[in-house]
């Protein structure tokens, strides 16, 4: 009997083993399952399907303005961005997030492939298991905000995991939305009111963090290594916000 628990134990942890370093091996070097690309500089775009060139283009050369106006340099050669429209390829890659409409393989200092789950080009936007999202979440913002992700992995490394989420998730949304408000205007928008689905259609996914990160970038004029070296938590940078509204 012990034996049969053992010899099971082992076969099933050898099969995980087995499964993640395939998972691993897909995330690594995903192109087998892409069949189009498109793109020879900065950025290269590939997808299950037909990329129609116009819109392709288009993305690529928006995604590549809103990164070159991000704070952040963008240092390597190149990087790859997949679109999983097909249901079974979005399910395998979003494996670890499976609502997501994108995600970033930030695998540290070597950055890393980035996946959106669906995308109708020729009208720039993102199509999320059959939802279209609409402006001023679109295609280009998507891509430059999984893109500052793989950024930032690059160049703070291992120390990602220590980045506080506001700042994780607000700066490459501050990065990726194509009509940069000011900080009073955005602050007068949000009000007081928490973050619910019509605030984010209307202002981003994460709305209050790029708040924050709009105000310690252009505010309180930090450089973008002083905000990505903080750990202060949202609570923290919030009430510091709020204390100097008030003076
Ligand atoms: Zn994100």
Redesign the pocket.
């Known amino acids: 009997m012990l034996q049969a628990i053992k010899r099971t134990l082992l076969w099933g942890g050898a099969a995980s083993a087995g499964v993640a370093l395939l998972f691993g091996a897909l995330i690594v070097w995903p192109d087998p399952l892409f069949a189009y690309a498109l793109g020879t500089g900065k950025i290269v775009v590939a997808s299950d399907r037909p990329i129609p060139s116009a819109g392709g283009e288009r993305l690529l050369r928006d995604c590549e303005r809103l990164l070159e106006r991000s704070p952040l340099k963008a240092k390597a050669r190149q990087y790859r961005i997949y679109v999983t429209n097909e249901d079974w390829r979005q399910r395998l890659f979003f494996l670890p997030k499976p609502k ?1 409409w ?1 995600l ?1 393989y930030s695998l540290s200092s070597f950055g890393g492939p980035a996946f959106l789950s669906g995308a109708d080009f020729e009208a720039g936007r993102v199509v999320h298991l059959g939802y279209v999202g609409t402006p001023p979440r679109t295609l280009a913002w998507l891509c430059a ?2 893109l500052t ?1 793989i950024i930032v992995g690059e160049h703070v490394g291992l120390a990602r995991f220590r980045v506080p989420r506001w700042v ?2 607000g700066f ?2 501050y990065v990726g939305i194509e009509n940069r408000v000011s900080f009073e205007e955005l602050r007068d928008a949000l009000g007081d009111r928490p973050v619910d689905i019509p605030m984010m259609i209307k202002h981003g ?2 709305p209050r963090y790029r708040l924050l990160v709009t105000y310690f970038l252009e505010k309180k004029g930090w450089s973008v290594d002083q905000l990505l070296q903080t750990r202060l938590t949202e609570d923290e940078a919030t009430e510091i916000m709020r204390a100097d509204a008030k003076r």
């Open positions: 997501a994108g970033a905000h999984e992700h994780w998730e490459p949304d996914s994460y």
